[in-house]
């Protein structure tokens, strides 16, 4: 009983099963479609890099002084574009000044400010990319002459502190004459104090001397220390207070020094 549906069913199922035809869609749509989906990763990607490009980055906006300040003193910083070497990592004590005896020339009684043009190059060769030309002074980091790239910068911090002897500058022959003459006439008055032998003048001309050298360090330490710009680690940090402590130590053996010398004239 109740048979009679079974044909309609069976009607119906065979209806519903039927294929229909498949849709197919235009060729010229489809290639519309490829096309604007390349478009829109095109334009994606573009606006990918520009974001990054665009987006403001983490290392400080160094001036030129400020870059060759912290050359000067073995930093090295992600804006000067320097070739980096491998060894001296930024921010971080390593072939610097300090380990070159630069901070510490001009320490002692009977010493005279350093001579780095006959330093021993003991470190690598100079950045290949960067032209050199004669008179360079010798960097301390390297034992080789600093490029004019880095001179330039250097005239730079030149502009802030007019009267800084430590910066280095290039040497003419004149001024490297001159330089020659004003280190034997203090080696003289150094000479003449220990025997005894000096004025007054003499004495304060060549403390005087030697304090220079020092100030100047110390000028250029408190410079990099205080600037809002320097980014140092802690170690770094700690390495520049310490030759500061040390400078000041000696400034004040120097003047203890006059004071002894000034009082054996009497």
Same mark, same amino acid.
């Given at each position: ?109 009977? $010493? ?118 320097? $980014? ?35």
């Amino acid at each position: 009983m109740y048979t009679w549906w079974l044909p309609c069913l069976s009607y119906t199922t065979k209806k519903l099963a039927k294929p229909g035809g498949i849709v197919q869609r235009p060729t010229h749509m489809r290639y519309s479609n490829t096309k604007a989906r390349n478009v829109f990763l095109a334009l994606s990607l573009v606006t990918a890099i520009t974001i990054v490009w665009s987006a403001p980055s983490d290392e400080p906006d160094l001036s030129e002084a400020d870059l060759a300040a912290q050359s000067l003193f073995g930093m090295d910083s992600g804006n000067s574009n320097r070739n980096s070497n491998p060894v001296q990592r930024s921010n971080e004590p390593g072939n610097s000044l300090f380990d070159s005896g630069f901070m510490e020339s001009g320490v002692g009684d009977s $010493d005279l400010p350093d001579r780095p043009e006959a330093r021993q190059r003991q470190y690598g060769d100079p950045e290949i990319l960067d032209p050199v030309s004669e008179g360079n002074p010798i960097n301390p980091q390297t034992g080789q002459p600093f490029t004019d790239r880095q001179m330039s910068q250097f005239n730079a911090l030149r502009e802030k502190f007019p009267d800084n002897s430590v910066i280095p500058q290039r040497m003419t022959p004149e001024l490297k004459a001159q330089k020659e003459q004003r280190r034997q006439e203090i080696y003289k008055i150094q000479t003449r104090i220990v025997k005894k032998e000096a004025s007054e003048t003499e004495v304060n001309e060549y403390y005087d001397y030697q304090q220079k050298s020092l100030e100047d360090r110390m000028e250029l330490i408190e410079y990099v220390l205080n600037n809002p710009n320097t $980014d140092m680690s802690d170690e770094m940090r700690k390495k520049f207070e310490e030759v500061k402590q040390m400078n000041q130590r000696t400034l004040k053996s120097y003047e203890d020094a006059r004071k002894r010398a000034l009082n054996s004239l009497n």
